[in-house]
């Protein structure tokens, strides 16, 4: 379990992570969603052990973040540069000193050649040989950052298949950042939209699928949940959060795909800032 608590971080006067709390089971599959600088990628590290916390505490599997708790965690970051100067096989005999149980098996069917350098591979090579090194060490926790966009349809499957089966057969925590969840809804369990440092949302997507909807409408009601709106065609757009049947709205009602709900939300996002 991961186990964050009054977590607060500053980049100089900018607070990152405002007083953040969240609680993440293990075996959990969760979305990590926001504006930019909403502090996804900022607790992400901070979870990885690659960042100090000062104020507040981050514990996995009651242990403070540490060296003890690296051990179990791989964390796939979205700048990708580290090794570049390395070949293939220095990265795996590298990755090895650091971990006793690695061993390297690659990933699905994909093949690399172990002499090619890895600043030579394309964005979407990259992040596939840095998932087969991260899961090379049998993590119970793997913490990716918004790495998805930079793969290409095929490199993507081989990314989301490589990820579902080892969610199905060792019920490994995954926790991805990212602002739409395309490609990936399959394998979500909840869903975490951050703003400000803070906690906006924490709902499983099957709540959140039946509580966040889209109406339009001749004005803005002052009664309604709104979290963005936008004119359109000479109505207002709007999408709603929390709702319930009890509001009792006139308007015809639409539930959303998640992607159509996080795109709301971040837009909303952005209003706000």
């Known amino acids: 379990m991961i186990k964050i608590t009054n977590l607060s971080i500053n980049y100089r006067k900018k607070k990152a992570v405002d007083n953040l709390s969240l609680t993440i089971k293990k075996g959990e599959s969760v979305l990590l969603a926001g504006p930019n600088g909403s502090g996804k990628t900022t607790l992400l590290r901070a979870a990885a052990g ?15 973040v540490g060296y003890r ?28 000193a650091f971990y006793p149980n690695f061993s390297y098996k690659g990933i699905a069917d994909y ?40 793969l290409d ?3 993507r499957e081989i990314f989301l298949m ?17 602002q739409s969840s395309f490609d990936i809804e399959g394998i979500l369990e909840r869903v975490v939209v951050l703003d400000k440092g803070k ?3 924490d709902e499983t997507v099957d709540n959140l699928k039946q509580k966040f909807v889209k109406i339009y409408s001749e004005a803005l009601p002052e009664h309604l949940p709104v979290v963005f709106f936008r004119d359109w065609q000479g109505m207002k757009e709007m999408f709603l959060y929390p ?21 709301a939300f971040i837009g909303g996002g952005y209003v706000s800032h």
Do not use: W
């Open 50 to 64: 690659v960042l100090n916390c000062r104020l507040g505490d981050i514990s996995i599997d009651e242990r403070k």
């Open 69 to 96: 708790t690296r051990k179990k965690t791989a964390y796939i970051p979205a700048s990708i540069s580290f090794y570049d100067s390395l070949k293939i096989k220095e990265a795996i005999k590298l990755q090895a």
């Open 111 to 150: 093949h690399f050649n172990n002499s090619q350098k890895i600043g030579t591979l394309s964005k979407g090579e990259k992040t596939l040989f840095f998932l087969s090194l991260a899961l090379s060490t049998k993590p119970e926790y793997l913490l990716i950052d918004d790495v998805i966009h930079f």
């Open 153 to 155: 349809p095929h490199l």
């Open 162 to 178: 490589s990820i579902l089966q080892l969610i199905e057969d060792e019920r490994m925590t995954v926790v991805i950042a990212a």
């Open 199 to 201: 906690v906006f949302v």
């Open 243 to 263: 709702y319930t049947p009890e509001l009792k709205i006139k308007e015809k009602v639409e539930y959303l795909t998640l992607t159509e709900i996080l795109r």
